[in-house]
């Protein structure tokens, strides 16, 4: 019973600025890697930006220098500040994070969230 919630989507025009947010609750142990995703229409889902537990980060080429990823532990949120937003970047923005759920085991488990939609106007 792990619940991963986004929000912070909206329209912007291009050029803007918008932060998501990603808020995870329920049975959580431990969270080690956490994820931002987008899908838009007609094309599959990819990796926006991602965070190891251990603080690395990795961005797709696409947002590199634009978007920034970063976390906040003690809430179990993630973020992730989208500046000099295109058109392209369009889509519904999921998270996703790995969580371990109880002390007595090593098993970990993906969520994902619902998505928040983000659009940018030309």
């Known amino acids: 019973q792990v619940h991963l919630v986004e929000s912070g989507g909206g329209l912007v025009q291009a050029g803007g600025s918008l932060r998501l947010s990603c808020a995870a609750s329920g049975s959580i142990f431990e969270i080690n890697a956490m994820g931002w995703y987008r899908q838009a229409p007609g094309k599959q889902r990819e990796l926006v930006a991602s965070?190891?537990?251990?603080?690395?980060?990795n961005y797709a080429d696409s947002v590199k220098g634009r978007f920034t990823i970063s976390r906040d532990n003690a809430k179990n949120t993630m973020y992730l500040q989208m500046n000099s937003l295109k058109p392209e970047d369009t889509a519904v923005y999921y998270c996703?994070?790995?969580?371990?759920?109880?002390?007595?085991?090593?098993?970990?488990?993906?969520?994902w969230g619902q998505g928040t939609q983000v659009t940018v106007s030309s």
């Open positions: 965070s190891t537990g251990s603080g690395s980060t």
């Open positions: 996703n994070a790995d969580v371990r759920i109880s002390g007595d085991n090593y098993l970990w488990f993906r969520h």
